[in-house]
């Protein structure tokens, strides 16, 4: 695409090639995004204010996210410290931006999610997570909550229970259940919270929500098939699946942000007897968004009925596109039960024809966000790498299945299964990774590629700016870091799989923000 001086184009053609997935790769990839860490942190921790109180901002752009990157990079922080090299010091900038105190501000039916606006959930969950950071983040230290963090918890769950579809949002009706405002995003809030260990007494008081779990399951299930039958009744049944979502009225959505990849990823993070009552609605919706996306060569439409803010081609990004049924299939290949009896060929030629068009339509000229960027296009192939390199067994067993279910092999697919490797996925996200160092605000000098890179409107932001490259940059420190022991320790002839240097990179590996795609391992 050719860059005009009036309008950007929405991507950069690029000349970059698939890095080779070998010890010294790796190992210069690994120490240069240390760096990128390391430098991005004391940037942000220079150019951001501290606040002085909450606001009603949530997680996705304001100061409650940069306070979330920074408590994922203590977490993360065996993985990206360089002998001899004082690394900042993550949690104190993450505390720093967690005001003392109760949020004075309302809870809302449309403002469920932590991730969104107006809720004083985003101040429970920063709340509750740094308590877990003080102690270390260990299983067995079992901290207390303070009585009204659990409250608010429980308050917005008996909301969550009695919405509709829609709800009322900002004067309008919008959707009740993506992970920006919705439902979804507070059911990823509570299965974290469910995956770390408290006090008894914390315990004790926390069991009422847990046990609410699989009636928000159920809720946001039959919320997806009412507008689903909707949908069927207005257009008929071409176009329709199983489960579907509407963010603005009168239209489903499918972007992970605002629709069904994002709901489905975080459903399947819940427990296997929570989600087996809805496995055929799940794997099937799951068939007909790769049906979709293949039609369009990889490409995944914003909304049916059509749905457009003018862009001359289809989105590639998260919020709207292709990424985010990428993570839905990275998440959904990792699942046994599902994958036993619903995977299809379709689902690889869609994470082989969606990555080809994130390859060639990635480098978004707005930058390098988590929502509308670059590595946010790049995470997906981190948490594919991850499925196909550490879970294969489930993938062979799903190919299996489906050949009994149909009485024969998938003959049809065994090109593809040749191509989509672990080293496919990694070799393609550490370039574009790498490469986000060059958009603003990290990169402070005027570029030299011709690749014009927009300032995100909140530059420091988790899901807009420079906080979300440094989470992006941290999980890709995560993967190297136990791709270099395992084939340390392989050649020399030891087993991998219960090293602890291995075991500590693996779980350091937390997932998309927000959104997961690695299950829920108790950091948002």
């Known amino acids: 695409m050719t860059v005009t001086e009036s309008k950007p184009p929405q991507y950069y053609d690029h000349t970059l090639t698939p890095l080779p997935v070998d010890a010294t790769s790796l190992a210069e990839a690994l120490q240069e995004l240390r760096v990128a860490v390391r430098n991005g942190s004391e940037m942000i921790q220079a150019n951001e204010p ?3 109180k909450w606001n009603v901002g949530g997680m996705f752009l304001h100061f409650q996210g940069v306070a979330l990157a920074f408590l994922r990079l203590d977490y993360q922080s065996s993985v990206l410290g360089d002998k ?42 920063l709340r509750i997570f740094s308590t877990l950071a003080k102690v270390d983040w260990k299983l067995d230290a079992k901290p207390s909550l303070p009585q009204e963090d659990i409250t608010c918890l429980q308050d917005a769950l ?149 749905f457009s803010y003018g862009q001359t081609s289809e989105f590639v990004q998260l919020c709207h596109g292709a990424p985010g049924l990428l993570i839905l299939l990275a998440a959904a290949l990792k699942n046994e039960h599902l994958t ?11 994470i082989y024809l969606a990555s080809q068009r994130i390859w060639e339509e990635g480098l978004l000229s707005k930058g390098a966000s988590l929502c509308h960027g670059i590595s946010g296009n790049t995470w997906p192939w981190l948490l594919l790498y991850n499925t196909f390199e550490y879970h294969s067994t489930i993938r062979n067993g799903a190919r299996r299945g ?33 490469h986000s160092r060059e958009t603003r605000p990290y990169n402070t000098v005027p570029p030299t590629s011709g690749k014009e890179y927009s300032m995100p409107d909140q530059p420091y932001s988790l899901f807009n700016g420079l906080a979300g490259n440094l989470c992006a940059w941290a999980e890709t420190c995560a993967v190297i870091q136990a791709e270099l022991r395992k084939m340390e320790l392989s050649e020399k002839g030891d087993a991998f799989e219960d090293d602890s240097i291995f075991q500590k990179a693996i779980h350091s590996q937390l997932g998309f923000p927000l959104l997961g795609g690695n299950g829920a391992v108790g950091l948002l």
């Open 50 to 52: 501290i606040p002085e």
């Open 84 to 125: 001899g090299i004082t690394s900042p010091d993550y949690r104190d900038f993450a505390l720093q931006r967690i005001p003392s105190g109760f949020p004075d501000f309302p809870l809302l039916p449309s403002r469920l999610s932590p991730a969104g606006s107006f809720s004083p959930l985003t101040a429970v969950s």
């Open 158 to 306: 008996t909301m969550a229970l009695q919405n509709e579809p829609l709800v009322v949002h900002d004067d309008k009706k919008a959707g009740a259940d993506d992970i920006l405002y919705g439902r979804a995003g507070l059911l990823w809030l509570l299965i974290n919270i469910r995956a770390r260990r408290f006090s008894s007494e914390t315990e004790d008081a926390l069991a009422p929500i847990f046990a609410a779990i699989p009636s928000l399951v159920r809720v946001i299930i039959e919320a997806g098939r009412q507008s689903a039958n909707e949908y069927m009744e207005r257009h008929g049944p071409e176009g329709a699946q199983p489960l579907m979502y509407p963010w603005l009225e009168g239209h489903n959505f499918f972007g992970a942000v605002h629709g069904s990849t994002g709901i489905l990823t975080v459903l399947l993070a819940c427990q296997p007897k929570e989600l087996k009552p809805y496995l055929v609605d799940i794997g099937s919706t799951i068939t007909e968004l790769c049906k979709l996306s293949n039609l369009q060569d990889g490409h995944l439409p914003m909304a049916r009925p059509p």
């Open 340 to 350: 036993r009896d619903f995977w299809t060929p379709e689902w690889d030629e869609t």
């Open 402 to 434: 489906y050949a009994e279910r149909n009485g024969a092999p998938t003959s049809s697919s065994e090109d593809l299964n040749e191509k989509l490797t672990p080293d496919f996925f990694l070799s393609r996200a550490l370039p574009f990774m790498l």
